[in-house]
């Protein structure tokens, strides 16, 4: 070690304990009380602006003990870093505040977000409580948007947390390159409004792996300009499935291509593998592959809606649509709770082709029951699937 090494080693340790130095940031050291009353996002921050700032160091940890709790308010850690590598390791318990009261006054549009941090892992094996219980049966409007947010993260991931009862959205992965998603745990009931699992909008290269979904809204929603998303081994339900969109809807030129699902399994979903536009989109929808799908008393399991609506009777027709290509169906099994076990219902104005269907079967919940294939517009080839034929040639 030189002179000036030597200095720095000395400085480091004066400046902070010894596990600081070693780029291990403790929320207990910067006064967090974990006793679930008190708010710690001020500890929470400091310890993360220590971590983030610190010098020469190649990683360094922001570190939630096991078996505590943390209460925290809306709170944003914004990068960039000096450290190539952030952890941020939650092992205990973070909650947000349970009366919708305490969110006054505050920016409430994300509840816990990371900001420019390129190189952020959060990992831990805890557990993130959004207690949105108490917003459930509030307007939207008041609505904290989401538990956690991921705003223009690089080479970053989020994996082996469970995350519970957020007020909308669990997770946002937003403007992101690179980005990894394995082994979460998220769960909402079945009832509780705009809860959707997972929403991954304007990012490239993301890959959403070995995770179970339950909640009130889509398990995994696909947002506008995405590329290459692949998500494999994933369990959905309750939930409204995986959805690619709702797309177009202010007329904008959507571009989402090359999303795989492989290996997912819905449960007691509305949906299952969708993708809706709105007619006033333009741009496309292309190359899209859903394979070795299982669906279990799924509402829709296979659908496209190209003339998405949800202000019902208020959607004139229109003479544009998102363009739909390339999808395709491989490998899907299971039961239909309603007749229309595939629904392909693409635009006349703007038809889907090449879509493609292999080794499907489809067959009602209900013993006894029938299920048929619905088509309007959609072109491409079938081999092997029931119920069928739907695609025109
Ligand atoms: C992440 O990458 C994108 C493009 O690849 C870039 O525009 C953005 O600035 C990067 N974010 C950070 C925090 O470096
Ligand atoms: C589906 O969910 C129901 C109720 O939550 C459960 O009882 C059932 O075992 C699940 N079925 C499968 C195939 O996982
Ligand atoms: C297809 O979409 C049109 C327009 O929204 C709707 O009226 C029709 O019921 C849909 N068809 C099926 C089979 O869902």
Same mark, same amino acid.
């Given at each position: ?12 340790? *004066? =400046?902070?304990? %010894?596990?600081?130095? #070693? ?5 207990? !050291?910067?006064?967090?009380?974990? &006793?679930? /009353? ?69 920016? *409430? =549009?994300?509840? %816990?977000?990371?900001? #420019? ?5 959060? !990992?831990?094996?805890?557990?993130? &409580?959004? /207690? ?70 304007? =990012? ?5 792996? #070995? ?5 009130? !809204? ?147 919940a209900k013993a006894g029951n029938d299920v048929v294939a619905s088509c309007s517009n959609a072109y491409g080839q079938e081999l092997d699937v029931f119920p069928a034929p739907c695609l025109l040639r």
């Amino acid at each position: 070690m030189d002179v000036f090494g030597l200095l720095l080693f000395v400085l480091g340790l *004066a =400046s902070s304990n %010894l596990s600081a130095y #070693n780029g291990h940031f403790s929320v207990m !050291d910067y006064g967090a009380t974990s &006793d679930d /009353q008190t708010d710690d996002s001020q500890a929470f921050l400091e310890a993360w602006n220590a971590a983030c700032t610190a010098l020469h160091l190649q990683s360094s940890t922001v570190y939630v003990p096991p078996q505590k709790t943390f209460l925290l308010n809306p709170i944003i850690f914004h990068g960039p870093c000096n450290p190539a590598r952030i952890n941020f390791l939650i092992s205990g318990t973070i909650m947000a505040p349970e009366s919708a009261g305490e969110w006054d006054g505050r920016d *409430a =549009s994300e509840w %816990l977000g990371f900001k #420019n941090v390129n190189g952020l892992h959060v !990992d831990g094996f805890g557990l993130v &409580d959004g /207690q949105g219980k108490a917003w459930w049966d509030q307007s939207c409007k008041y609505h904290p948007q989401l538990a956690l947010k991921f705003m223009s993260c690089n080479e970053s991931s989020v994996s082996n947390l469970k995350v519970v009862n957020s007020a909308q959205t669990h997770i946002v992965v937003k403007a992101c390159n690179r980005f990894n998603i394995d082994n979460l745990v998220i769960e909402s009931p079945g009832n509780s409004p705009n809860t959707d699992g997972i929403h991954i909008q304007s =990012s490239h290269n993301v890959f959403l792996t #070995n995770s179970k979904i339950g909640a009130g !809204d889509d398990c995994i929603s696909i947002g506008d300009y995405i590329s290459n998303i692949e998500i494999r081994n994933v369990e959905c339900g309750p939930g409204h499935g995986i959805s690619i969109g709702s797309l177009g809807r202010d007329g904008n030129y959507v571009q989402v291509e090359k999303i795989r699902v492989i290996d997912a399994v819905f449960n007691g979903t509305s949906n299952g593998a969708r993708i809706k536009t709105w007619q006033a989109g333009r741009g496309y929808v292309r190359d899209v592959t859903f394979q070795n799908l299982k669906f279990s008393y799924v509402k829709n399991p296979i659908i496209i809606d190209q003339n998405y609506c949800y202000i019902r009777n208020a959607c004139e027709e229109q003479e544009s649509g998102v363009q739909i290509s390339n999808v395709n169906y491989k490998e899907v099994s299971g039961t239909s709770s309603t007749e229309i076990a595939i629904n392909l219902n693409c635009s006349k104005f703007v038809p889907c082709f090449g879509i493609s269907m292999e080794s499907i079967q489809l067959m009602s919940a209900k013993a006894g029951n029938d299920v048929v294939a619905s088509c309007s517009n959609a072109y491409g080839q079938e081999l092997d699937v029931f119920p069928a034929p739907c695609l025109l040639r």
